[in-house]
C-alpha cells in the first residue's frame, strides 16, 4: 500500500493543524499536529481507516477508479448544459483601464437580420440535441442607438422562440433603459461589474469620453432585483482597488442587495490576456489576490455577507459538507461553451472571441469549421496536459484555462496552473476559525 498520488496535505493557515484533501476518493480531514507527524513519518496508527478514506491504496486499483470517473466525468460533460455565448458587436461605450479587447477591430458595424438568422440556423442544427441557452457579450452589447437596441431585441426574440434562457453580460450602465425588454424574458442572470464604490469604480471604469457610471448601475441593479432578475455582481480585483473591497461589501448590504435571492457576487481576477498589461505592476497573481483578501475578511468580516470567496474547493466542502467531484478538465472551451460574433465567425470560448487567429470556424454566410483545431481543443484535459501526469492537485485544478495557456506558452495543451494548496490552506483556516456555515 502506498499514499494516494492524490492526497493533498498541507497545514492550515494561521493554526498549528494540518487538512488532507483527495479529490479522486473524495475524502477531506483535519488533522491535528500529533496525527499530521504520523503522516509525514508514514507511521499511521489507523491503517484501516486511510485505506477506507483512499488516503492509503493500492496504486493499480487506484488507476482503475481514476480511469472509471473519468470516463463518467466524460459521460456527464457530454451531456451537460451548452453556453452559446453571441457577441453583436466589440464597441463600447466605456474606456476602461483594463480592456483586453481595445485592440479588436470592429469592421461593419451592423448586425444584421441575415446573421442572427443563420446563428440560430446553426444552434437549431448543430446542437438541436443539447440543452443549452443564450449569454449576449461584447464590447457592450446593451447600447442604446435605434439600431443596436433593436438587434439586441432580435437576438432575444430568437431566444424566446425557442424557449432558451438568456444571461447578458455588461457594463450595466444602459440597464433602466433596457428593463422593458428585460422583464419579458426569462434571465438566466446578468452580470454587471463594479470594481469599488464611486470614486474608485469611476476611475477605472469610465465612460469614453470621460465621466462616472457607478450611480447609474446602482440604479440599473436596484431595478434588476426589483423585478426579481437575477445578478451577478463582479468586481474585477487588483493591487488598486483590493482595498474597496469592504467598503463595497458595505453598500451592498446597506442597499438591501444581499438580502435578495436573486442577487449574488463574483470577484475576477484582473490579469494578463492577449496584448494588454504586460509587466503591469498593478495585477496580483492568483495567490497574492487570495492571500490579501484573506487578510480583508479576517479584519472586516461583514465581506462574508456580500462574498464568500471560493480559496479552490474550500468553500465548497464547508457549505455542502462534502468533496466536489474530481475536476478531470476546468475548460468548457468547444464542450459546454461556444462563442459566436456578428461578423459570422466561430470561437471557443469568451476569452479568445473576436482575437485574430482564435478562429475555429463561420457560421456565417457559410458553414465552416476547423475540426483539427476544435479537436485539440476538445481533448485538452489533465490526461494530455503533460505537466498534469505526476500533479497532486490536478483534480482540483483540472488544468486551468486552455486560451491563458496559449497566451503564455504557445500551444493549448499547457497548464494554467492554480495554486490549489496554498488556497486550501486560507480557505480551511478562514471558513473553519470563522464557522462559516451556507
Known sequence: MEYSKHNIFSKIASSDQYFIVNPLSGQAD??????????IDKKIEDVEQYVEKGYLVDPEEEERRFRAQYLDFIDERDNDEVQLFFTPWYTCNFDCSYCFQDEYLNPQQVLSDEVIEAFFRYVDERLADRKKYVTIFGGEPLLTSPSKKDAIRRLIEGANKRGLDVAIVTNGYHLTEYMDILKKTSIREIQVTLDGTAQVHDARRMLKGGGGSFHKISEGIDQLLENHIPVNLRMIIDKENVNDLPALARYAIERDWTKSPFFKSALGRNYELHHCQTNNQRLFNRIEMYKYIYDLVKEHPEILE???????????????????SPLFDSCSGTKTEWAFDYTGRIYACTATVGNA???????YPEITLDEETIEEWEERDVLSIGECTNCALRLACGGGCAAIAKNRMGKLHAPDCRPVKELLELGIGLYSEMEINP
Open 306 to 324: 456580500f462574498h464568500k470567496p471560493a480559496f479552490s474547493i474550500a468553500k465548497f466542502i464547508f457549505e455542502n459538507g462534502e468533496m466536489p
Open 357 to 363: 487567429g482564435d478562429e475555429l470556424g463561420t457560421f
Open 30 to 39: 483535519i488533522l491535528n499536529p500529533e496525527e499530521a507527524q504520523r503522516y
